[in-house]
Each structure stands twice: as C-alpha cells, then as structure tokens.
C-alpha cells in the first residue's frame, strides 16, 4: 500500500455513459498525475496537478475527459459519453514536489466499457 | 523528453542476478533515470533512481556509465516474486515535464522456478 488510494477499483459501464473516478493521494503531496494504462502497454501520462492547479493536459485527454483537484486534496476524473475505446486502467499518482523524490502510484481503477 | 530502448522480455531462473539494461541516447544534462516496477492490476512502483555512476539500495543496484546514454538496473538473486514488468524512465525532476514520459512497454521479466 503506497498510501494513495482510489476509488472504485472497478467500474463497469455502457457505451455512453458517464463514469467518475476518485483519488486520494498522500496528504502532504502536493502534485497529483493521471495516467491511463491499456493492455500491454505502458501507463501514459493524461493530466498533471500542483495543488488545485491543473497545469500539464495530455493531447490523448479529449473533451470527453475532465478532471478537478479542488482544494488541492483529492481528485476526481470524469469521463463523459463512455467508448469502447475508453476501457483501460486509469492510474493516479502523487508526489511530494520537485527534487529526488518520486511518484507514487495508487492501485488503479480498471474501467470496462461494454 | 529523453526517448528509452529496453528489451521487451527476459526470462531468469530463480537464485540467478538479472540484469535490464536501457538506452537513451538523447538524455539531458538535468534528466535523472528512474526505474519502476509494475505487477499486473497495480500501480508502478519506484524501485531506484540515479544520475550517474552506480547507487544502491535493498531491491536493486542501477549502474550509469560516464557517457549516461544507457543504464542498467540489476536485481541480484531474484525470486518468482519478481516477476513483473520493470519500466525505465529519464527526465528532469524538477521540470513538471518529467512526470508527462510515457513510460513505453518496459521489460517483462519472468522468473523461473
């Protein structure tokens, strides 16, 4: 347990529609990533956080996708209208700040969009 | 953003040192290499980090040549619990592009009893 956790862990839906994901980093991080992983493949980077500023958005995050951090804690990630090609494992990460310190990741929410 | 070459598999038998190598030609003054390890349905997790020579922690040792256009992640007598996918990444600490690398397919290594 890295101390970041996520929330559901799964998530079924229908094509078309909307799904929101929580996370809950570590406390005192202050920068919080979303990333999304499909099978066999390697996480890639979807949105960036420094405490409730969202300052880095991926090309790969379409208008479909939204993401808030407010007061700087938790954040959630919405998916709006579901494709099929949105299932994959959405990943969320927090880190302190700049410097030698690292990510680290919470366990994933796996989202299956039938 | 430095771009990584690493094997796509390797398989060990159990007791063996295994080593992964990565390249990265292009990497910057300021970029930092950083391995990751991921079990599937869970989340990465740092495993070393460095910047030159070699470092060393209780998981791993990585080894950075002068020229830093490569480095090697060795685990030493590994275990069927490290079967897993080990992941390279170089960048900038300090520049929030460093978190933005797409971490690419990473290395399969399967350990074998």
């Known amino acids: 347990d890295t101390g970041v956790s996520q929330d559901p862990r799964h998530k079924i839906t229908k094509r078309g529609q909307n799904v929101t994901f929580r996370c809950d980093p570590i406390s005192e991080h202050n920068r919080l990533y979303w990333y999304r992983q499909t099978l066999g493949q390697g996480p890639e980077f979807l949105t960036y956080f420094q405490n409730e500023a969202q300052l880095e958005k991926s090309r790969l995050l379409s208008d479909r996708f939204s993401a808030e951090r407010p007061k700087g804690s938790f954040s959630t990630l919405e998916i709006q209208r579901t494709e099929q090609g949105d299932s994959a494992m959405y990943l969320c990460?927090?880190?302190?700040?700049?410097?030698?310190?690292?990510?680290?990741f919470g366990p994933g929410t796996r989202l299956t969009v039938l | 953003l430095a771009k990584t070459t690493q094997p796509i598999s390797m398989d060990s038998y159990e007791g063996q040192e295994v080593n992964i190598t990565c390249s990265h030609n292009n990497i910057a003054t300021n970029d930092y290499i950083t391995w990751y390890q991921q079990f599937p349905s869970q989340g990465p997790r740092f495993i070393i980090q460095g910047y030159k020579t070699k470092v060393t922690n209780e998981v791993a040792s990585l080894f950075i040549p002068a020229d830093r256009k490569s480095s090697t992640l060795s685990l030493p007598r590994v275990s069927l619990s490290d079967t897993a996918v080990y992941y390279c990444?170089?960048?900038?600490?300090?520049?929030?592009?460093?978190?933005?690398?797409?971490f690419g397919i990473g290395t399969k290594l399967q350990v074998i009893p």
């Open positions: 990460a927090s880190r302190l700040g700049g410097g030698m310190d690292t990510q680290y």
């Open positions: 990444l170089v960048g900038d600490p300090d520049s929030g592009g460093y978190q933005k690398v797409t």
